[in-house]
């Protein structure tokens, strides 16, 4: 402790560098002739920033079975947010994964392999990037069925009522649930 009236000179310091990482902060310029000083170790820690990437959408496309999502890189536009002045990102992202094949509109998806620079200077690992949603559409695929004629005799059962796909494809196993009914 100070005796009354006394008080140090100076300030602390840390060991120098701005990228992520831990830096021991040290005695710096603090002193008082008058005293012994000692420092009780202690760490300066510079953590990620966050940057938010958002505005990237997938191209709509038909229902193929699949959780393939496709993005024009020709009409990507992300946008960055919480970017330190100065420094400036780029990327490229080709494709993104829905969670599942199934048809809809603004269908969530994951990001595929991606690829971001910072401008020259800059370290990119200071950065933890976050994707915002990316969505896309999955319409339905179109296919038509042909019900086929059938007759009966006044007085029986009816036959069963039977179809065929005539245009278009079902894909992998997908098949029809329920009956044709009359």
Do not use: C
């Amino acid at each position: 402790r100070l005796l009354p009236g006394d008080s140090l000179e100076g300030a602390l310091s840390r060991e120098e560098g701005e990228n992520v990482g831990t830096y021991a902060i040290t005695l710096g310029t603090l002193d008082n002739p008058n005293y012994a000083i000692s420092l009780v170790p202690a760490n300066f820690l510079i953590e990620k920033r966050e940057i938010t990437i958002s505005g990237i959408t997938a191209e709509t496309r038909e229902y193929d079975g699949t959780t393939n999502a496709t993005i024009d890189i020709n009409t990507l536009d992300p946008v960055f947010s919480n970017v330190p002045a100065g420094e400036s990102f780029y990327m490229s992202v080709y494709s993104a994964t829905y969670a599942d094949p199934d048809a809809g509109e603004n269908k969530s998806a994951t990001p595929g392999p991606h690829y971001i620079w910072v401008t020259d200077g800059y370290d990119i690992n200071n950065y933890e990037f976050v994707f915002a949603p990316i969505t896309g559409t999955v319409t339905p695929r179109p296919i038509t069925i042909t019900a086929n004629n059938v007759s009966k005799t006044y007085g029986e059962a009816d036959p069963n009522l039977i179809y065929g796909v005539t245009e278009g494809q079902m894909v992998y196993s997908d098949s029809f649930t329920g009956e044709p009914s009359r």
